[in-house]
């Protein structure tokens, strides 16, 4: 076949679909919906292909896809969903620092990603980034293309978030009591 | 002692760097501040083991979900569905380039070979003529051996020797050539020859190096214009026409002759050269 890529393909496989569980699972977790994680994962796949010659070999592959990740993922949030989004981001932030409840041990898997679910995308995906998939605060900060400082925010608040979702789901469960329980006013 | 290398509110500030203590990116000096705060403070190693654990579920839970099998297949299949547009932009080019090349390097018109290879000569003239029906050969031929390969001298005979040349027969046709062709032809060569194993009456004008020739040879049996369609009628007269490498040929027919304009001017020209003539030199061959 004149002008064969093939040589070129095979590079791409070998760098980039062994991340392939790792994007799956952020556009998953990132978006709640498996159907949407599939059509994203493949739009990620081919948007790392047709630019693939802007790739430089040596650096980190995983971190340009999961920067292209993102990049689809703000593409869909504004086709289905709206700016509201940053929005609410904003609201939370002023109430994300109130509280530090003690983590429940109790709690399964499922409850925290129930748990994390809950937690606005802006922080839960800085979460995923730095916690689950390990990305350094600059790694972060290039994939989201906002500045070290909104990591470290976001992930503080995110964590905070997470750990108040798990203590109410505790409370609803009767595992921890309810800290305005036998308050008198 | 170590809780105060925070100073008052220690527990404070290490839970403000708990979050980046935990992600492993607090500056050295701020690790040991931290850890050494831990050591003496059962309520911060806690808080920060309660966390640790938290993060290790949080990785864990998140990382058991895995594409589906399908996905896998799914991605490489579109992938090979889908070539980027930098190879896409190469083929195109390279598409491009091939044409450019071909035409670049497409067979122009054959060049004359040299006037003293006769086998080159010979070869050239099969070469040229192979593309034109078969009678329209023996005025392609003779005009090409005859008023091509030939050097020409600086003046041309005079009349009285053309009419030699063609002899009583044929000198009627000197008068008629020249008020057909475009101004500027002058004739330069008119004569009797031979060309593969064939006479001729040979009339040529030329302008420059473009060269016109009107070339008459006697019908063998059987030889004629009227298989195929004529492109004009000179007041009765079917004119042919036909085209070969560069060169143009218009031939009409008496009852025993075959008539010719061979040249390289545009088709219409030459055939309007022709159809001028027919009617005159038809009427002469008679």
């Known amino acids: 076949m004149l002008?064969?890529?093939?040589?070129?393909?095979?590079?791409?496989?070998?760098?980039?679909?062994?991340?392939?569980?790792?994007?799956?699972?952020t556009a998953a977790r990132l978006l709640g919906d498996k159907a949407r994680a599939d059509d994203v994962l493949q739009d990620v796949y081919l948007q790392a292909w047709k630019s693939f010659d802007k790739f430089e070999p040596g650096t980190n592959c995983r971190a340009w896809l999961f920067k292209i990740l993102f990049h689809t993922i703000?593409?869909?949030?504004?086709?289905?969903?709206?700016?509201?989004?940053?929005?609410?981001?904003?609201?939370?932030?002023?109430?994300?620092?109130?509280?530090?409840?003690?983590?429940?041990?109790?709690?399964?898997?499922?409850?925290?990603?129930?748990?994390?679910?809950?937690?606005?995308?802006d922080f839960r995906s800085v979460v995923l980034l730095v916690d689950v998939e390990e990305f350094s605060y600059k790694e972060a900060s290039a994939i989201?293309?906002?500045?070290?400082?909104?990591?470290?925010?976001?992930?503080?608040?995110?964590?905070?978030?997470?750990?108040?979702?798990?203590?109410?789901?505790?409370q609803q469960y009767g595992i921890l009591p309810n800290p305005d329980e036998g308050r008198s006013a | 002692m170590n809780?105060?290398?925070?100073?008052?509110?220690?527990?404070?500030?290490?839970?403000?760097?708990?979050?980046?203590?935990?992600?492993?990116?607090?500056?050295?000096?701020?690790?040991?501040?931290?850890?050494?705060?831990?050591?003496?403070?059962?309520?911060?190693?806690?808080?920060?083991?309660?966390?640790?654990?938290?993060?290790?579920?949080?990785?864990?839970?998140?990382?058991?979900q895995t594409a589906p099998p399908h996905l896998h297949a799914l991605v490489r299949e579109k992938l090979r569905n889908n070539q980027p547009a930098r190879w896409r932009f190469y083929a195109v080019?390279?598409?491009?380039?091939?044409?450019?090349?071909?035409?670049?390097?497409?067979?122009?018109?054959?060049?004359?070979?040299?006037?003293?290879?006769?086998?080159?000569?010979?070869?050239?003239?099969?070469?040229v003529s192979a593309t034109v029906a078969q009678v329209f050969k023996p005025g392609l031929g003779d005009h090409i051996h005859c008023a091509l390969f030939r050097i020409y001298p600086q003046a041309p005979p005079d009349i009285r020797e053309m009419e030699n040349k063609l002899g009583e027969e044929y000198k009627g046709l000197l008068p008629l050539v020249s008020p057909a062709v475009p101004e500027g032809y002058r004739l330069v060569m008119a004569h009797q020859c031979t060309y593969a194993g064939r006479h001729f009456i040979h009339l040529t004008l030329r302008k420059g190096t473009?060269?016109?020739?009107?070339?008459?040879?006697?019908?063998?049996?059987?030889?004629?214009?009227?298989?195929l369609s004529p492109s004009a009628d000179a007041s009765g007269v079917p004119v042919y026409q036909a085209s070969a490498a560069n060169f143009q040929v218009a031939g009409f027919e008496s009852e025993h002759y075959l008539a010719y304009i061979v040249s390289d001017l545009k088709s219409a020209a030459n055939l309007e050269i022709a159809t001028a003539l027919a009617p005159t030199v038809h009427q002469l061959l008679s």
């Not at chain 1, 703000?74 to 109130?98: D, F, G």
């Open chain 2, 93 to 127: 080019a390279a598409v491009a380039m091939l044409i450019v090349t071909a035409v670049w390097l497409r067979p122009g018109p054959t060049p004359l070979p040299d006037i003293a290879d006769r086998a080159a000569q010979a070869t050239y003239i099969q070469k």
């Open chain 1, 74 to 121: 703000n593409h869909y949030r504004r086709k289905w969903l709206n700016i509201r989004m940053v929005k609410e981001s904003e609201e939370i932030l002023q109430t994300a620092a109130a509280a530090d409840p003690p983590v429940p041990e109790q709690i399964t898997d499922e409850d925290l990603l129930a748990a994390l679910d809950q937690v606005p995308q």
């Open chain 1, 144 to 170: 989201l293309s906002v500045p070290i400082g909104t990591v470290m925010s976001r992930l503080s608040r995110g964590r905070k978030l997470l750990r108040e979702r798990l203590a109410g789901m505790a």
């Open chain 2, 210 to 227: 473009d060269v016109i020739s009107l070339v008459i040879t006697r019908k063998n049996p059987d030889e004629s214009f009227r298989t």
């Open chain 2, 3 to 64: 809780r105060l290398q925070f100073g008052e509110g220690a527990c404070e500030k290490t839970r403000r760097y708990m979050d980046a203590y935990l992600s492993n990116e607090l500056l050295v000096e701020t690790t040991h501040d931290v850890l050494r705060h831990l050591e003496s403070c059962p309520a911060c190693t806690a808080e920060l083991e309660a966390r640790t654990r938290l993060r290790s579920r949080l990785k864990a839970a998140v990382e058991a």
């Open chain 1, 3 to 25: 002008f064969s890529n093939k040589p070129r393909m095979n590079e791409f496989e070998a760098a980039a679909l062994p991340h392939l569980n790792d994007i799956y699972r």
